[in-house]
């Protein structure tokens, strides 16, 4: 085999590589999530509920959770996506990015960051 035919190969399958990891992040429109602020809602509208917000557990103020508005007409918080390390202008999938609720302070002091904690050893995920 000639060595062009084993360098185009390669070139392809790099190439192709790189295309799919660039895929972006789309919203229920179709839409690319870009840099910024969006209201996170319910796929269907309804009585199941409205969009995400900050909310108290257990009959503490403090610390905060993110919790579902009662309410479909509520729209809750914006939720700001950012920092993803790739130099894109969209959110690629399958990249570290920064999600937090979009408000300047709580009433707890604490961040707004979204936290997911590393799974515990023996638990196994229901989905």
């Known amino acids: 085999m ?12 790099a190439l192709a590589a790189t295309v799919n990891a660039l895929k972006p992040v789309l919203d229920t429109d179709g839409d690319i999530i870009f840099d910024g602020s969006y ?8 009585p199941g509920g409205g969009g995400l917000s900050l909310t108290s557990r257990g009959g503490n103020w403090c610390p905060l959770y993110i919790g579902q508005e009662y309410s479909e007409v509520n729209r809750g918080i914006p939720i700001k996506f950012s920092n993803w390390m790739i130099q894109v202008a969209f959110a690629p999938e399958s990249t570290s990015l920064n999600i937090q609720m979009d408000v300047p302070t709580t009433i707890c002091g ?3 960051y979204w936290y ?11 989905l």
Do not use: W
Not at 121 to 126: H, K, S, T, Y
């Open 110 to 112: 604490q961040s707004t």
């Open 39 to 46: 209201y996170v809602l319910p796929r269907i509208s309804g």
């Open 2 to 13: 000639n060595h062009r035919f084993y360098f185009l190969l390669a070139l392809t399958a």
């Open 116 to 126: 997911v904690p590393p799974p515990k050893a023996g638990v196994i995920d229901p």
